[in-house]
């Protein structure tokens, strides 16, 4: 993205809300910025379940997105579970992208709505399958084993500026353009228990220990009661 600058001014916190801003300075050129979840290790993570509340004004060339990136750097893959395109400027299309390695295949589903307004995205990382959602109903999911990474991935959030075939901005927005961010969780896939290992057959000698045990103990729990029994009614 060399038509995009990040810089750290562009991103803050705001009435509880993370807002990334994207916008010209002072010598007319497009600065934006992004943040990550690389040094917080409850997100950096194989496989999960990554739900945010999102939205982001119009502009035309400026594009957002909320996505998983690989902890190693090393790129492909990538999983793009809330894209927005800087060539939709009305926000009225969102895409979700897996970008396969090493190839960069891609699969991509598509929403429309008016994505100026909040809505609730995620996408569900599991082994066999990834599963992108819109206010909790599903938009798209992936199957082909190929396409699935199987490494650890942080997310992040981030803006940028669309740019043409040479690199140079090609946005036209004439005003600021911000990204919202007003909830964002984490969950763990929830792993099934290991299959229970039948108990190998009792011998004849150690069946025969268990039920002396047994009887021992009824035994013992009847001079008990009849104990109590006897001292209650002297």
Same mark, same amino acid.
């Given at each position: 993205? &060399? !038509? +995009? @600058?990040?810089?750290?001014?562009?991103? =803050?916190?705001?009435?509880?809300?993370?807002?990334i801003?994207?916008?010209?300075?002072k010598?007319?050129?497009?600065?934006?910025?992004?943040?990550?979840?690389?040094?917080?290790?409850?997100?950096?993570?194989?496989?999960g379940?990554?739900?945010?509340?999102v939205?982001?004004?119009?502009?035309?060339?400026?594009?957002?997105?909320?996505?998983?990136?690989?902890?190693?750097?090393?790129?492909?893959?990538?999983?793009?579970?809330?894209?927005?395109?800087?060539?939709?400027?009305d926000?009225?299309?969102? &895409? !979700? +992208? @897996?970008?396969?390695?090493?190839?960069? =295949?891609?699969?991509?589903?598509?929403y429309?709505?008016?994505?100026?307004?909040?809505?609730?995205?995620?996408?569900?990382?599991?082994?066999?399958?990834?599963?992108?959602?819109?206010d909790?109903?599903?938009?798209g999911?992936?199957?082909?084993?190929?396409?699935?990474?199987?490494?650890?991935?942080?997310?992040?959030?981030?803006?940028?500026?669309?740019?043409?075939?040479?690199g140079?901005?090609?946005?036209?927005?004439?005003?600021?353009?911000?990204?919202?961010?007003?909830?964002?969780?984490?969950?763990?896939?929830? @792993?099934?228990p290991?299959?229970?290992?039948?108990?190998?057959?009792?011998?004849?000698?150690?069946?025969?220990?268990?039920?002396?045990?047994?009887?021992?103990?009824?035994?013992l729990?009847?001079?008990?009661?009849?104990?109590?029994?006897?001292r209650?009614?002297?």
């Amino acid at each position: 993205c &060399t !038509a +995009t @600058t990040w810089k750290t001014s562009e991103v =803050a916190v705001k009435d509880g809300r993370l807002v990334i801003t994207a916008q010209r300075d002072k010598q007319g050129q497009w600065i934006t910025g992004g943040v990550s979840a690389a040094g917080w290790p409850q997100a950096v993570r194989t496989y999960g379940k990554y739900v945010a509340r999102v939205r982001v004004d119009k502009g035309q060339g400026v594009s957002a997105v909320a996505l998983l990136w690989p902890q190693s750097n090393k790129w492909p893959p990538e999983i793009d579970y809330y894209e927005l395109s800087g060539a939709d400027g009305d926000r009225g299309q969102e &895409t !979700a +992208t @897996t970008h396969r390695a090493p190839d960069d =295949a891609k699969q991509q589903s598509v929403y429309q709505g008016d994505l100026t307004q909040w809505h609730t995205v995620s996408v569900e990382w599991l082994p066999t399958s990834i599963t992108y959602f819109v206010d909790n109903k599903v938009i798209g999911k992936v199957t082909n084993p190929t396409f699935i990474p199987h490494q650890p991935m942080w997310p992040a959030f981030q803006m940028q500026i669309q740019q043409d075939n040479a690199g140079n901005a090609v946005a036209t927005a004439t005003a600021a353009a911000h990204m919202y961010v007003d909830a964002f969780y984490v969950y763990a896939p929830v @792993t099934a228990p290991p299959p229970s290992t039948p108990a190998a057959p009792a011998s004849p000698g150690s069946s025969l220990w268990i039920a002396i045990v047994l009887v021992v103990i009824v035994l013992l729990v009847g001079l008990v009661i009849f104990a109590r029994a006897r001292r209650r009614f002297r």
